[in-house]
């Protein structure tokens, strides 16, 4: 996905006309993604930028290891290792 390219989500309120519509584009070199929201409720327009945080899993084990802890698994959301296919991503350390 380059900065032209982007994944946009619409949420419609029930019959009232509200609406909310997110367009995100990721920032690979920032790790974060980056969404410019706008809201339509009763009939006033607003825009809203804001970015989310991706974290990976090799900076969160390397956190947690810091911190004493003396394993780390991740896991995707169904429990299986975690590939790149996940949508949710599971940590699992182990104490001293």
């Known amino acids: 996905m380059n900065e032209r390219e982007g994944t946009t989500r619409a949420y419609v309120g029930a019959g009232n006309g509200d609406m909310l519509v997110d ?3 990721l920032d690979a070199l920032a790790g974060r993604l ?3 929201r706008t809201v339509i409720r009763s009939g006033r327009t607003r825009q809203v930028a804001f970015a989310k945080r991706l974290f990976g899993f090799p900076e969160l084990r390397d956190w947690l290891l810091a911190a004493g802890f003396t394993a780390v698994r991740g ?3 169904d429990g299986r290792p ?3 296919d996940h949508k949710r991503m599971v940590l699992v350390a182990d104490l001293p």
Do not use: N
Request: proline share 0%; hydrophobic share 25%; glycine share 8%.
């Open 23 to 25: 367009r995100y584009h």
């Open 82 to 84: 975690l590939t790149a």
């Open 75 to 77: 896991y995707g959301e």
């Open 34 to 36: 980056k969404a410019e």
